[in-house]
């Protein structure tokens, strides 16, 4: 075999690791997540496209802020992989205003509420849905993990982890306006107001804040529960049905079963059953304590 045969093989895998480093270094994915973590926030990725984690990998528990980690990451899924940031500990979190269907507009939530906010000079992101992501940063003397998740129809805190831009999902992009995060403004009152479930004078509020609304339940049952929420939503819709007085356990579960079976990304039956016997548990216990 001649030297340029031998060569050959050899050349064309150099070629693929300078292919590959070219796009790593022409990479807004890349380039902004350095950005990101130069910040001060750890980073993960995403499948392309999607907000679903890479098979194999364990989605946000492989955030870091360590470039030459990440760097690895683009290598090995590839360049163009979404990227999502960790809110928790980092001081920041973001207010999600869904505008899907018009019962489940948050800007209609707020205005219904008497909530007239100014988002021009905040920290903002549009997802490819329509949404509306507006970062805050939170006093230093609120524990965000007192706040609630669901503060109304088409409204969440986030508090924990995030899809950030230039992200695309379903070929539409996160698009980031306005400043970076780290000048994001601090929490306003009404936000605050409206995520802390803090009791009135006089009212002890002994019943149960529910987690998600009727109508997210009922889209939990016609589409299945979301990606990203699967854990939480299971849970949830159990434990709202089994709260029900003489409903037959085994009833629900097959109901769950079905329902994650409609999911964009169904959960394994085995951690369905693992999150339901948690729910069932959960439920009991209450019920010997006499809540409801």
């Known amino acids: 075999m001649s030297e340029d045969k031998k060569k050959a093989p050899e050349q064309k895998f150099g070629d693929q690791v300078q292919e590959a480093n070219k796009n790593i270094i022409n990479s807004k994915y890349i380039i902004k ?3 990101l973590i130069q910040q001060g926030y750890k980073v993960y990725l995403l499948a392309q496209g999607t907000n679903t984690p890479y098979k194999g990998s364990r989605g946000h528990l492989d955030a870091t802020d360590n470039v030459r980690e990440l760097t690895d990451m683009f290598l090995k899924y590839g360049a163009n992989s979404n990227i ?9 979190v973001t207010l999600d205003i869904d505008r899907h269907t018009p019962d489940k507009n948050g800007l209609q939530t707020l205005k219904q509420l008497g909530i007239t906010p100014n988002f021009d000079d905040e920290v903002v992101e549009t997802s490819p849905r329509n949404g509306i992501h507006v970062f805050y940063r939170v006093p230093d003397d609120l524990d965000v993990t007192s706040l609630k998740r669901n503060i109304g129809a088409g409204l969440e ?28 403004s601090m929490m306003p009152k ?38 990203g929420e699967r854990n939480n939503q299971i849970m949830s819709f159990a434990g709202w049905l089994l709260s029900i007085r003489n409903i037959d356990p085994n009833l629900v579960y097959e109901l769950v079963q079905k329902i994650n079976s409609y999911s964009a990304v169904p959960l394994s039956d ?23």
């Open 190 to 227: 009404w936000l605050i107001k409206l995520a802390s479930n803090v009791p009135t004078h006089g009212d002890k509020q002994k019943k149960r804040v529910p987690r998600y609304s009727i109508d997210q339940r009922i889209n939990m049952m016609i589409n299945g529960f979301d990606v």
């Open 157 to 184: 805190l986030v508090t924990d982890k995030i899809t950030v831009a230039p992200s695309v999902k379903g070929g539409v992009a996160y698009k980031h306006f306005g400043k970076s995060f780290n000048e994001a």
């Open 84 to 92: 999502g940031i960790i809110l928790k500990d980092t001081g920041l």
């Open 33 to 35: 997540s350095h950005d």
């Open 270 to 292: 085995k951690e369905v059953n693992t999150i339901f016997r948690s729910a069932y548990n959960r439920e009991v216990k209450r019920a010997s304590m006499g809540g409801r």
